[in-house]
């Protein structure tokens, strides 16, 4: 599989799980007292944009639900 798949954007994850864009953004920022949810290998910030890894998506949230799990 090319690596470049395995990394997404807070809105591809949010679509592929199920979520909103606000929840997956805030588990990588963090909010009011609470810490990031991703560890610094699963998710940075590229610009303005925020790139989670699978693993990352898959280790806070379960396994995708979505049905494009197959296309990313």
Wanted: proline share 6%; charged share 30%; net charge positive.
């Amino acid at each position: 599989m090319n690596p470049i798949d395995e990394v997404m954007s807070v809105t591809e994850a949010a679509e592929l799980w199920g979520l909103k864009p606000v929840t997956v953004r805030l588990a990588c920022t963090g909010y009011s007292r609470a810490k990031p949810r991703f560890r610094a290998d699963e998710a940075r910030k590229s610009g303005s944009t925020w790139l989670i890894t699978r693993t990352g998506m898959e280790r806070v949230y379960g396994p995708a639900d979505g049905k494009k799990t197959a296309e990313i």
